[in-house]
């Protein structure tokens, strides 16, 4: 799974520490917002905003974004961090993409952002699912921009190039961590192999992204060195949120970053060079992505911001 956590409703986490007053989420309110949600509930759409209980559902809702989740609800992978059920997955879907595609055009969404649990029993890692949903989604919906949120598929060059031929607006794979805890946080994964895969997206062309989880004891030297590590393969969009514990099983919080740390990384990510940096506490892999498809729109609003500083 590769979406960034957030409390579950049913099983609340133990904290080590109250949560701060920077976390509480206002109640989702607007036209648009209700809209979607009538769509959802009376259509049954699953949508990984609902199912992962995100803080910032009101807000994308009202602004025509939602995130989808194709190829079932259980993972390969067991991951720390993540609520999604582990074990074997059910067969392949192969209608899934036609009524992914049909969900949006219902829901007359502006931007989507289409994620899945990892298929590593699959041959193709559940490429072939992923091609085909991308080309669905573009033909029913021209006019919506297109975030696909990947698994790694094990590094594998030929299953990424699929998504690169499909050619979504933006590709995002999430490190989720530093390189020192990624074997406790991402069991499965390897950070090395994460970065390569986001080589190989940006080498074929495509609008690539990714997003670090802070909190579970991780360095700001580490993350600054991630930060270093990312733009060395060209990676152009960054976002940085807070990890929140989503049951007691999983790992817990080590600390609650401090909005101004999420600031002054912000401000070191644009002088690094990432093109945008998405940086808050309730910052999640989806938040305000229908931005992260504008080419120089966040490091233009940076510089804005600087002169703005300092007239």
Not at 2 to 21: H, R
Not at 26 to 31: F, N, S, W
Not at 140 to 151: R, S, V
Request: neutral net charge; glycine residues 8%; contains cysteine.
């Amino acid at each position: 799974m590769q979406e960034l956590p957030v409390v579950a409703k049913t099983e609340a986490a133990e904290f080590p520490v109250k949560k701060p007053n920077w976390l509480r989420v206002k109640l989702p309110i607007g036209e648009s917002y209700k809209h979607v949600r009538g769509l959802v509930d009376t259509h049954k759409l699953h949508t990984i905003c609902e199912s992962g209980n995100c803080p910032n559902m009101g807000e994308c809702w009202g602004a025509g974004t939602a995130t989808f989740m194709i190829l079932g609800n259980v993972c390969t992978r067991s991951c720390g961090f993540c609520a999604v059920a582990t074990g074997r997955p059910g067969a392949v879907d192969w209608d899934e993409p036609q009524r992914v595609a049909e969900a949006i055009n219902l829901m007359k969404v502006k931007h989507a952002v289409i994620t899945s649990v990892d298929r590593d029993e699959l041959k193709d890692g559940g490429s072939i699912i992923w091609y085909n949903t991308i080309e669905a989604v573009k033909g029913l919906n021209p006019d919506t921009t297109l975030e696909t949120l990947i698994p790694d598929f094990q590094g594998r060059e030929d299953q990424v190039q699929r998504i690169i031929n499909a050619a979504p607006d933006v590709v995002s794979h999430n490190m989720e961590t530093v390189e020192r805890m990624t074997r406790q946080v991402r069991i499965q994964a390897k950070y090395r192999r994460s970065l390569e895969v986001l080589r190989l997206l940006k080498q074929g062309g495509m609008r690539t992204k990714t997003g670090i989880m802070l909190g579970l004891g991780e360095t700001k030297e580490e993350v600054i060195q991630s930060m270093e590590d990312l733009v060395a393969v060209g990676c152009d969009v960054l976002t940085l949120g807070q990890y929140l514990q989503p049951t007691k099983k999983h790992l817990p919080v080590q600390r609650f970053v401090h909005p101004d740390e999420f600031a002054e990384l912000r401000e070191i990510g644009y002088e690094l060079g990432f093109d945008y940096v998405e940086s808050g506490p309730l910052v999640r892999s989806s938040y305000h992505s229908e931005k992260h498809v504008i080419p120089g729109y966040g490091k233009n609003k940076w510089n804005e911001e600087k002169l703005q500083a300092t007239a």
